[in-house]
Nanobody, 128 residues
């Protein structure tokens, strides 16, 4: 059973940057496709960034393209979401997710149902 722990959220001002971390407790993230999702109050959870198995491919939501970057550090078994030029509309609880079941090389998974493990979430609040 994989356990994911997010950290790095907080209260920032518009234009600031934050880096979220997602540390895994078990099998190396090298074997997993990974995703970062967010859920704002009253809205559905959405995928903002995702990475294929082995990290060769990434995809981003249109709203965060050019501002967010997903990456992984295999040695630390950690996945990151670097967020820059934050906007008030980025305010949400951010979750990382890992896909343990078989993944196709190069395929990036964007739906909640594609993932097997979830972290507890970390709050990001961006003030105007």
């Amino acid at each position: 059973q994989e356990q994911l722990v997010e950290s790095g959220g907080g209260l920032v001002q518009a234009g600031d940057s934050l880096r979220l971390s997602c540390a895994g407790s078990g099998r190396t993230f090298r074997s997993y496709a990974m995703g970062w999702f967010r859920q704002a109050p009253g809205k559905l959870r959405e995928c903002v960034a995702a990475m294929s198995w082995y990290g060769g491919s990434t995809r981003y939501a249109y709203s965060v393209q050019g501002r967010f970057t997903i990456s992984r550090d295999i040695a630390k078994n950690t996945v990151y979401l670097q967020m820059s030029n934050l906007k008030p509309e980025d305010t949400a609880v951010y979750y990382c997710a890992a896909r343990q079941r078989g993944s196709i090389t190069g395929i990036v998974y964007l739906n909640e149902d594609d993932y097997d493990y979830w972290g507890q979430g970390t709050q990001v609040t961006v003030s105007a």
